[in-house]
């Protein structure tokens, strides 16, 4: 395919290609210059996190420096505890995981997320310290993204005197629409409301527009556009709001409502997988 990216042809039916696969991650390891000190105290990834009935929290990592023993003291996320057992890929227990190891451990307090970090810290009271700072910060990141204003709540954060203009982003299929829009949402603007449109463009709803959002606290409204993916998933993780509509009048419709108080929040099943 060219470039840096090396591409096998493997097939897992008749295990062509297996060999050429390990060769090619040991060439890539060795130009990427992927080096670990087994003598370190162990740190690395979480992969994966469940909750067994009989286990209790199981979670399986990726040791990626240092080596993790039975008997050490993990901090992984909110998370920590001493390690009760390690297993390997094959369920068969061990006592040590090197540098490039994955094992499920067990003896966390709770379930870990995925992609989280894990290090071996020194002993219980410095991880407790650890896990309390980390879920006040997670406290203090719900906290803050509760607070974003939607226009389901704008009016009554415009009641309460929190926030006295909606700042808007606006984004739209074609610039004739964009201006009618905006030109429309600014005749809105009474004396207890203001709209703000702080940015107008062409364009499908991307990442920097929700990046813009989060700074200036801002709703972004679509009119004929889509939402890229990687928007989506900041915008869920930052608590901001994207509404997409197909007719202008809409669009307006429901801001005049949240200036009013009028706008009820519905909710929407979606479908995920069977």
């Known amino acids: 395919w060219g470039g840096k990216t090396i591409t096998v042809s493997v097939s897992a039916k008749t295990g062509e290609g297996v060999e050429n696969l390990l060769e090619m991650l040991l060439l890539e390891a060795e130009l990427l210059e ?3 000190n087994p003598h370190l105290k162990a740190r690395g990834v979480v992969i994966e996190g469940k909750l067994s009935s009989g286990l209790g929290p199981v979670a399986t990592v990726l040791v990626k420096n240092g080596t993790l023993k039975t008997g050490d003291m993990v901090l992984s996320g909110m998370h920590y505890g001493r390690i009760k057992a390690m ?3 094959k369920g068969e ?3 040590e995981a090197p540098p490039s190891k994955p094992v499920s451990i067990l003896g966390l307090s709770g379930v ?6 894990f290090f071996v810290v020194k002993d219980e009271k410095k991880a407790r310290t650890l896990s309390l700072l980390k879920q006040d910060e997670a406290r203090a990141r719900k906290l803050k993204s509760s607070q974003r204003v939607t226009l389901e709540d704008f009016y009554k954060q415009m009641k309460d005197g ?4 909606l700042a808007i982003i606006l984004k739209g299929d074609v610039q004739g629409s964009l201006e009618a829009l905006q030109q429309s949402l600014v005749e809105l ?3 207890d409301g203001k709209i703000n449109a702080i940015h107008a463009d062409v364009g499908n709803v991307n990442e920097s527009d929700v990046m813009l959002a989060v700074v200036s606290n801002a709703v972004v409204i679509g009119f004929n556009v889509r939402v890229d993916e990687g928007a989506q998933t900041v915008a869920a993780k ?5 509404k997409i509509y197909g007719i202008i009048y809409e669009a307006i419709q429901d801001v005049v409502a949240a200036m009013e108080g009028l706008l009820e929040p519905y909710s ?3 479908f995920v997988g069977r």
Do not use: C
Not at 238 to 242: F, S, T, V
């Open 268 to 270: 929407k099943e979606v």
């Open 87 to 89: 297993m390997d890929h």
């Open 238 to 242: 930052e608590g901001i709001e994207i």
């Open 93 to 95: 227990r061990i006592n």
């Open 189 to 191: 603007n009474t004396k």
């Open 162 to 165: 929190v926030a006295k203009e």
């Open 112 to 117: 870990p997320m995925a992609g989280d970090e």
């Open 34 to 36: 992927l080096k670990a």
